[in-house]
């Protein structure tokens, strides 16, 4: 690829990396939990990154946004190692959607989702209508706007979901790191979701990393997979290369099928039914009298 395309326009990966942890080690009150870390996030990817729970997937999310100090190794953004920027400097280049936060009490969806715009505002630039395009841009693509003046603490599980996304995008910064973005989320919305992730990408020339357990829509959607264990990167790269059924079962320990996904070609996981044990009784098990099976008429009426 040319050096001079622009990113925004060439829409792809450019072999850039603005987001890096350098042999990170990252925890909890001395406790690490990701030892020795090395990510480089490629610009203009879609990076999804799926692991057991526990296995230190948000941690890193928290590292890599400047949430989480690390106690060795360094995330560097834009060249510069992360801790280095004020933490407004870093908002209006990164955005984090976090896996669970509490909303503050009687704030509404409006408002809420304003405060994305926080990091762009100084004493002498306030509200703009730069700010109003970029809340009412977010609220659409979230299809939220019809919720715009509804108390926050009102609403279901996925329109919250719906709202907090919008709060990120309203931030307009062209790294957003989404910690479980379809959680709650019904399989239409969770689509929905990941198709704007997507238009995104593929559009704006965005770079987005996220955390997803639905390995099938990771596979669709991430141009760059990253499997974690125990804290650990233990594979990267496309999802064919990634995702096969010796994986799932060190990552996971689950027995599978990787077979291509009917619509895509990508991967598509097909957990193995589990064989149950016939209890042992201490009798030879009879052969079953094929007189007592109800016929196959009498089966379709009931
Ligand atoms: N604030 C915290 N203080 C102490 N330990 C924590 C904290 N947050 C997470 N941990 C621990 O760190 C480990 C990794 O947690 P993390 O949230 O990163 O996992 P995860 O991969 O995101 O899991 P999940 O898929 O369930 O979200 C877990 O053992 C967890 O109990
Ligand atoms: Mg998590």
């Known amino acids: 690829m040319n050096e001079e395309t622009p990113r925004r326009s060439a829409g792809l990966p450019t072999g850039g990396q603005r987001l890096e942890a ?25 990076t999804v990154i799926v692991g057991a729970n526990g296995c230190g997937k948000s941690t890193l999310l928290r590292g890599m946004a400047r949430l ?15 801790h280095h920027y004020g933490s407004k400097e870093v908002a209006r280049r990164l955005g984090l959607l976090p896996q669970s936060q509490e909303p503050p009490g009687g704030i509404t969806v409006a408002d809420l989702v304003s405060r994305g715009r926080y990091p762009h505002q ?31 603490d009102e609403l279901s ?33 969770q689509v ?4 704007m992730c997507e238009e995104l990408r593929a559009d704006r020339g965005y770079t987005l990393v996220a955390v ?21 990167v233990v594979a ?12 799932v079962e060190h990552v996971y320990g689950l027995a599978c099928r990787v077979i291509p996904d009917p619509e895509t070609g990508t ?4 957990p193995r039914k589990k064989q149950r044990q016939a209890p042992d009784l201490g009798v030879d098990v009879l052969p079953r009298d094929s007189s007592t099976e109800p016929s196959a008429s009498l089966k379709e009426e009931v």
Not at 24 to 30: A, C, M, N, W
Not at 68 to 80: I, N
Not at 267 to 270: A, H, R
């Open 68 to 82: 989480l100090k690390p106690s060795a190794g360094a995330v560097h953004l834009d060249g510069r190692e992360i």
């Open 122 to 152: 100084t004493l002498l630039r306030q509200w703009s209508a730069d700010d109003e395009a970029a809340v009412g841009e977010a609220l659409a693509a979230t299809h939220t706007t019809e919720l715009a003046g509804r108390l926050v």
């Open 192 to 195: 929905e979701v990941l198709d």
């Open 22 to 46: 350098h042999g990170v080690s990252l925890g909890y009150d001395g406790h690490v939990i990701n030892r020795d870390l090395t990510l480089a996030v490629p610009d203009g990817s879609f």
């Open 212 to 232: 997803l357990h639905d390995l099938n829509l990771a596979c669709r959607y991430a141009t760059h997979l990253v499997a974690m264990k125990d804290g650990a």
């Open 236 to 247: 990267e790269g496309a999802p064919e290369q990634v995702v096969t059924a010796a994986l």
């Open 267 to 270: 991967p598509l996981v097909v």
């Open 157 to 189: 599980g996925g329109q919250r979901q719906r709202v907090w996304l919008a709060m990120a995008l309203a931030q307009r910064t062209e790294i957003l790191l989404l910690d479980e973005p379809t959680t709650f989320l019904d399989i239409a919305h």
